[in-house]
């Protein structure tokens, strides 16, 4: 039996990576779970050693060596087989004084660097390569590059511009980044939503917006990527609705062949971003045409394996259990 470890870097509460832990657990692949930013130092050890002297050569082809602790179970860095980046916290500042700060800094680049830089080690994703995915004119970039079919859009912080393309046609707006916002003290989600061109003013000036033509869907697909495999979910909400994560408890979900086409451009997004996982957006009209809205590199997909019934846990725990290669 193969004893190298996966470690698994999330938050407390993650309803995915608890499916993904118990099907490695039914595999009996070894796991070390943990959240990096809430555990490291007060739970976690780490001692890793590089350099060119023989005394560290401990390992051929070099790389780190060491290893890791997590309560009483320890990881060796140089077996590591996968690690699943999934929803760690940020590095706790434990406070606002400049050497708590300082901490945080040391502990996300010591941790974290040596977590980015294991010998041997798959990614589902890297975290360098999840944050570059995360800008969304690079994917819109790169999706025409691979062939996706994408909405004229236009990113501005004039207000003249926005009007103009909001006149020129049907428009949305919708954010760069899905952060957290609150209304009267409550989370609230910013939702894409239409825009006409006699609501545009001049607060558009004080940030970068994002405008989208309007496409005329049928239907929603989310298509999850694992690897090179590709589970596709109709998403169906109420007449209207323009962002189907607004009407979560009014949607309808069947499973849908991704055309092949589409699907050898997914694959070929990821790969051009570093990623081994992707969860993707698509609005899909009358003439079968899917367009791509946006891609989230560490997208939720528990309850989207249920309701379409997709085995999307499997994929990912064969891909940690047997897809390691040298990490790219």
């Not at 070390?32 to 082809?61: E, K, M, N, Q, Y």
């Not at 995915?133 to 004229?152: F, H, M, N, R, S």
């Not at 909001?166 to 760069?176: G, H, N, R, V």
């Not at 570093?274 to 993707?280: Q, S």
């Amino acid at each position: 039996m193969d004893g190298r470890p996966v470690l698994i870097c999330t938050e407390y509460e993650d309803a995915t990576a608890d499916l993904v832990i118990a099907e490695l657990n039914r595999r009996w692949v070894p796991v070390l779970r943990f959240d990096p930013g809430r555990d490291f130092p007060a739970s976690v050890s780490l001692a890793a050693r590089i350099g060119a002297g023989d005394a560290f050569r401990t390992r051929p082809g070099g790389g780190w060596d060491g290893y890791l602790t997590v309560g009483e179970r320890t990881a060796d860095l140089a077996s590591v087989r996968a690690l699943y980046h999934r929803r760690p916290s940020p590095y706790a500042t434990s406070g606002g004084e400049q050497a708590a700060r300082f901490a945080a800094q040391e502990n996300r680049r010591g941790l974290g660097g040596v977590l980015g830089a294991l010998p041997e080690c798959l990614y589902v994703s890297h975290p360098q390569a999840i944050a570059r995915a995360e800008y969304k004119p690079a994917q819109l970039a790169a999706a025409i590059d691979v062939g996706l079919t994408v909405p004229d859009t236009l990113i501005t912080n004039d207000p003249r511009e926005a009007a103009q393309f909001c006149t020129e046609q049907s428009a949305i707006y919708k954010p760069l980044h899905a952060g957290s916002y609150e209304v009267g003290g409550e989370p609230a989600g910013i939702w894409a939503a239409p825009v006409e061109a006699d609501e545009i003013d001049g607060a558009v000036g004080r940030s970068a917006h994002l405008f989208q033509a309007r496409v005329p869907k049928e239907a929603d697909v989310r298509a999850v990527v694992v690897g090179e495999q590709v589970f596709s979910a109709r998403i169906t909400a109420p007449p209207g609705v323009v962002d189907w994560r607004s009407e979560y408890q009014n949607l309808t979900y069947e499973p849908v062949a991704c055309p092949k086409e589409t699907g050898g451009a997914l694959v070929r997004f990821l790969a051009a971003f570093g990623l081994k996982f992707g969860a993707f957006d698509f609005a899909v009209t009358a003439d079968g045409t899917w367009w791509f809205l946006e891609c989230n590199p560490n997208g939720q997909w528990a309850w989207l394996e249920d309701a379409a019934e997709l085995p999307i846990t499997e994929a990912v725990a064969d891909l940690l259990e047997n897809g390691a290669t040298p990490h790219d």
